[in-house]
């Protein structure tokens, strides 16, 4: 579903049928020490960039708003591979071992 903020991203759900007036991040809301999520969260979330560059790969990604200094909303992005049980240290460059992996085969 297309953002507020114009990608497309699987965790955005927007609801405006009847008279409803939903939208959420499905993934900030699933994350219990979030705050809640704003719409403009997404013009500054890589999750979606995350999600199309490992494309095909086990990774869980968990995203949440958090406050710095408590003041300034961040989004913490968290990875893990499914695969090979590791936390993943970059999100956006993958699991090093399924890289790897990738690596040996071509
Ligand atoms: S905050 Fe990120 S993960 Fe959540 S809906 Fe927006 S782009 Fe998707």
Redesign the pocket.
Known sequence: MR???G?D????YEDYNRGRAIQ?????KANRRSLP?QPG??AK????AILRANAGRELRVD?AVVKRWGLLRR?RVDAYCLKHEIEVASAEAGCPRCSAEERGRA
């Not at 959420?24 to 900030?28: K, P, V």
């Not at 979330?45 to 979606?48: A, E, I, L, S």
């Open positions: 953002t507020p903020a990608t991203c699987r965790h955005y959420e991040c499905r993934l900030i999520w969260d997404c979330c890589v999750v979606p995203l989004l």
